[in-house]
C-alpha cells in the first residue's frame, strides 16, 4: 500500500517562506509522480504543483508560478518550496501521487497524504 507523508507545515508570517517535504513509501515502481494539493477553509481542494517520474518536468497552476517550486530530493521525496506567502496561502496541504504528473494537475488521484497545515499569519 503507497503511502505519503508530509511534513514542514507549521506557522509563518505574511512575505516569508516555508518549504514542505513528502516522503512515499510502499510503491513498487523507481519513482512515481508527485505533487501537492491544497484545501483552505470552506473551499475546495486545489492543485498546487507536481512532477514527474522521469525527467524532472513540473506542473503548476498559472497562480503558483514564479512563487511556488517542486523539487525531487531523491526517488522518494520531494519538496514544495513556498516564497512570499500570504494569509491566503493558509490550507491543508496534501501530498498526492497518482499515473502522471499531468494526471494530478487534472486531479487524477490515486494516494493522498493525511495533509499538513500551514497558516500565514498578516
Known amino acids: 500500500q503507497v503511502q505519503l507523508v508530509e511534513s514542514g507545515g507549521g506557522v509563518v508570517q505574511a512575505g516569508e517562506s516555508l518549504t514542505l517535504s513528502c516522503t512515499v513509501s510502499?510503491?513498487?515502481?523507481?519513482?512515481?509522480?508527485l505533487g501537492w494539493f491544497r484545501q483552505a477553509p470552506r473551499e475546495e481542494r486545489e492543485f498546487v504543483a507536481s512532477?514527474?517520474?522521469?525527467?524532472?518536468?513540473t506542473y503548476f497552476p498559472r497562480a503558483f508560478e514564479g512563487r511556488f517550486t517542486l523539487s525531487r530530493d531523491s526517488d522518494s521525496t520531494v519538496s514544495l518550496h513556498m516564497n512570499d506567502l500570504s494569509p491566503e496561502d493558509t490550507a491543508v496541504y496534501y501530498c498526492?501521487?497518482?499515473?502522471?504528473?499531468?494526471?494530478?494537475?487534472?486531479?487524477?488521484?490515486?494516494?493522498w497524504g493525511q495533509g499538513t497545515q500551514v497558516t500565514v499569519s498578516s
Open positions: 498526492v501521487t497518482g499515473e502522471s504528473a499531468q494526471g494530478l494537475a487534472g486531479g487524477a488521484v490515486d494516494y
Open positions: 510502499g510503491h513498487t515502481d523507481r519513482r512515481l509522480p
Open positions: 512532477i514527474s517520474r522521469g525527467l524532472p518536468y
